[in-house]
Each structure stands twice: as structure tokens, then as C-alpha cells.
């Protein structure tokens, strides 16, 4: 695959690469994780992954370098698989059957079912050489063997004919012949082993693309990391802060709690001095003027004045003077009725902050309403009046 072929960027080409790599070593470590599963050594399990453009020739190489014995293959595609199948239609299956050594034994499945099988055998029973001994001890043979084309070439006279004939001259032809089709085939697997090293080359360089496409890819991981890091800690900083401010809040509205009662109080005194200061300086003021006890101000337009209750004595809902006060979780007082009616109705937040309520707890305010009936006491005609 080319720029030139595909039609594509270089750029795309190596992305589908390194995709495909990465997928065929995923397949291979799903089949090292079943070899361990079926109880092999670990030692003994080994994954490689070669890229190269003739498949077949490779396998063959990986054979005679690692001398197999014992070989399983695709006889076709899973998706050709037919009840009764004994055909092979894979190209490699055919080309590996047929030029693998003959040590090695193989089976050609397809679909999870045997196909055929070819036995491996061995040319020398008993013997456990590889094929590069083989080889030199046919090359050893080499000067006790007469050349297989001299043979050839030979006039037809009758003694050579006679020597032709004899089984010896037929027995050193065979080893000849086999002896060149040994050095054929060395001369094969030397240029597999220099397309292998082209390849090797080819795959060291795409495992360095592909380490530097990592290394870029590990440094945006880290700048993300580091942002993301960042982010949690102003989080953190900014709940902290939201924390400290609810605390001091509550704070604040416990003291202003503590504080209330207190403040109320003070200012009930005050209240009622200045009610009994204003009393007694009007009735200092019509003795003054000599009025006589049937006119003095025991009217309400007379009393209007000091008729009028002091403003915490009216509920902050109802705008009429509370009889049974109720302090709510805000520090306001209440007329008890009203503030539950405003519960009942929905009323989540504080009528005179509008802030919402922590609870909906009520206290009696005891000083107050003791106020209130005392200066009732002293304006009994306030519910009379219009």
C-alpha cells in the first residue's frame, strides 16, 4: 500500500498499519493466553508476528530455522467451509503442504474441523539432525559422488553404458540429484533469509513510528492528566471557601438567636418607660390647664397617642396585635396562627427576610406577650375603637 496506489495520505497509510499490527498482536496474545490455559509452560509459549508480502514462504523459512515437527493451518476460509469438505483451497495451506520438510506433520483444518492431514516422516529414521547438518553431510559427499551432469554427458559408448547401468552408477545418481535439490532449496532459504532481514528492517522502522506516535500520544495524556488535576484542586478550593461561609453564616445566625431575646427585652423597658413617661407628663400637662377629671383623656381621640401599640407588638403577617407571639427559626416574632398558615400555604421561606427556613420549629416569646397583655390591660377600649 502507496500513496500512489491508494489514494491516500502517508500519514493514513501508517495509522492503518500500525491498526492492523496492533490487532494481529491482540489475536496473538488471545492464543498465548490459551496455551497457558491448557497447562504449557510459559517459557514454552513464544508469539511472533512477521509482516512480509509472501505469507507462504515465510511460514516454510519459520519452519526449517525452528525445525518444527508438528503444524496446524487453514485449509481455506471459515466462511468456505462445507459438511463433507476434504479439498484445500487456500493458496498457502497448498504451497506450506507442499514444500515444508517432511519432519514436520501437518494438519489442514477449516472452520474447527480437520481437513487433511500430512504426516511428517523423516529421511534418516532415528536421526534428530537439523537441515543445516544434513546439508553439510551431503556436501561431505560431494567428492565420493560422480556429478550428476558429467553422468549425463557421458558418450554412449558401452562402457559407460555398463557403468550407467550398474546400481551403483544408479545409486550416485539419486544422491546427486538429491544433493542438488538440497542446495537448491539452501540457496531458496537464504534469499527468504535475506527478504526476512529487508522485512525485519522494515517492521524496526514501523515499531519506531509507532513508539513516537506513543510518546506524543503519552505527553497529550499527561497535559490532560496535569489540567485535569488542576481542575479538581480549584474545585476543592472553591468548596472549601463555600464551607467556611455556610459555617460563619450559621454562626452568625446562631448569635442573632441568642441575641434576640435579649435585644426584645431591652427594648420592652424602654418601651414601657416611655409609655409611662408620656402618661404622666399628659396628664401633668391638662392638670396644668385645670381640666377637671370628667375631661380628662379617657377618650380614645384623647388617648390617641398613647393608643397606638408599639410596632413589634403587631405580627409581621397579619398587621394586627399578636396575642400568643412565637419566635420562628428566622428571629422574628409571629403570631403563632399566622406563621402555621404560611407553613401550610407553602411557605418555605422567611416572610420578612425571604431567606429559606432552617427549621419550622416555633419558640414562645414570653416577654412579650406579657407586654402585650399588660398594655391591653391598660387600653382596654383599643378593640373598641374604629
Known amino acids: 500500500m502507496n500513496p500512489t496506489s ?11 498499519q500500525v491498526s492492523e499490527l496492533t490487532s494481529t498482536y491482540e489475536s496473538l496474545l488471545k492464543y498465548h493466553d490459551i ?16 509482516v512480509g508480502d509472501n505469507v507462504e514462504e515465510g511460514i516454510v523459512n519459520l519452519i526449517y530455522e525452528n525445525n518444527i515437527k508438528k503444524l496446524i493451518i487453514g485449509a481455506a476460509a471459515d466462511s468456505r467451509y462445507s459438511e463433507g469438505m476434504v479439498n484445500i483451497t487456500s493458496r498457502k495451506a497448498k504451497y506450506v503442504s507442499s514444500h515444508a520438510p517432511h519432519c514436520c506433520k501437518i494438519w489442514l483444518v477449516c472452520n474447527g474441523n480437520l481437513i487433511q492431514t500430512r504426516e511428517g516422516r523423516f529421511d534418516l529414521e532415528g536421526s534428530s539432525h537439523s537441515s543445516s547438518e544434513s546439508l553439510a553431510s551431503l556436501h561431505d ?32 545418481r539419486g544422491s546427486a540429484a538429491t544433493y542438488y535439490e538440497e542446495q537448491r ?14 522485512h525485519d528492517k522494515m517492521n524496526r522502522e514501523r515499531e519506531e513510528a509507532l513508539s513516537s506516535s506513543f510518546g506524543v500520544t503519552q505527553m497529550l495524556y499527561s497535559e490532560e492528566v496535569r489540567r485535569r488535576r488542576e481542575a479538581e ?9 463555600i464551607k467556611d461561609m455556610k459555617r460563619v ?11 434576640c431575646p435579649r435585644r426584645l427585652d431591652m427594648a420592652e423597658k424602654e418601651r414601657d418607660e416611655a409609655i409611662k413617661k408620656t402618661e404622666e407628663l399628659l396628664r401633668n400637662l391638662y392638670m396644668e390647664k385645670g381640666e377637671s377629671s370628667s375631661d380628662s383623656p379617657s377618650s380614645a381621640s384623647q388617648w390617641s397617642v398613647s393608643n397606638e401599640p408599639p410596632p413589634y407588638f403587631i405580627c409581621p ?7 400568643n407571639p412565637h419566635v420562628a427559626a428566622d428571629g422574628y416574632t409571629y ?10 400555604h407553602g411557605g418555605e421561606k422567611s416572610p420578612m427576610t425571604n431567606l429559606r427556613l432552617e427549621n419550622h420549629n416555633l419558640t414562645p416569646n414570653l416577654a412579650l406577650r406579657s407586654a402585650i397583655n399588660e398594655w391591653l390591660q391598660q387600653h382596654p377600649y383599643f378593640f373598641d375603637l374604629p
Open 335 to 344: 403570631e403563632a396562627n399566622e406563621f402555621k398558615i404560611w407553613l401550610s
Open 249 to 259: 453564616q450559621k454562626e452568625l445566625e446562631e448569635q442573632l438567636y441568642i441575641d
Open 317 to 323: 403577617i397579619s398587621k394586627e396585635i399578636m396575642q
Open 141 to 172: 559427499l560431494d567428492s565420493a559422488l560422480i556429478p550428476y551432469e558429467d553422468v549425463v554427458r557421458a558418450e554412449p559408448d558401452s562402457e559407460s553404458h555398463a557403468l550407467s547401468s550398474s546400481p551403483e552408477d544408479q545409486s550416485a
Open 185 to 198: 532449496r539452501r540457496l531458496e532459504i537464504e534469499e527468504l533469509k535475506r527478504e526476512l532481514e529487508q
Open 35 to 50: 496455551c497457558l490455559h491448557e497447562g504449557i509452560i510459559e517459557q514454552d509459549v513464544e508469539i511472533f508476528c512477521d
Open 233 to 241: 484542586e480549584e474545585l476543592n478550593r472553591a468548596r472549601a471557601e
Open 6 to 16: 491508494s489514494g491516500l495520505e502517508q500519514s493514513e497509510i501508517d495509522a492503518i
